[in-house]
């Protein structure tokens, strides 16, 4: 029964900016960790960032400093800002859950989560 929908996805020029959101459905957000993942034409899905439970963060090399992952747990809605986006960002970008996972190390691997939106799709033009 969990269900997560992103929104804020569109077309935007290099070195614009874009804030996604996640509403998630079934659960509570604060019991869940959260995240971004993405999958651009012919590639495989990356992590892009994670939230954990903990409040701890983890980003992608090639977003530090771009991109900030945050959610409102009273709103159980997850957010990805986006900012100094670049043509290689194109991709479609999925909300992603899981239960935590003492065990967990590598947050940014696809496989490490069970409940998948539909995603948004996100293009930047050079």
């Known amino acids: 029964q969990v269900q997560l929908v992103e929104s804020g996805g569109g077309s935007v020029p290099a070195g614009g900016s874009l804030k996604l959101s996640c509403t998630a459905s079934?659960?509570?957000?604060?019991?869940?960790?959260m995240g971004w993942f993405r999958q651009a034409p012919g590639k495989d899905r990356e992590g892009v960032a994670v939230?954990?439970?903990?409040?701890?963060?983890y980003y992608r090399d090639s977003v530090k400093g771009r991109f900030t992952i945050s959610k409102d747990n009273a709103k159980n809605t997850l957010y990805l800002e986006m900012n100094g986006l670049r043509p290689e960002d194109t991709a479609m970008y999925y909300c992603?859950?899981?239960?935590?996972?003492?065990?967990?190390?590598?947050?940014?691997?696809?496989?490490?989560?069970?409940?998948w939106g539909q995603g948004t799709q996100v293009t930047v033009s050079s």
């Open positions: 939230i954990d439970t903990h409040g701890n963060t």
């Open positions: 992603v859950a899981d239960p935590p996972n003492p065990r967990r190390y590598l947050f940014l691997e696809k496989y490490e989560y069970n409940y």
């Open positions: 079934g659960y509570t957000s604060r019991t869940y960790d």
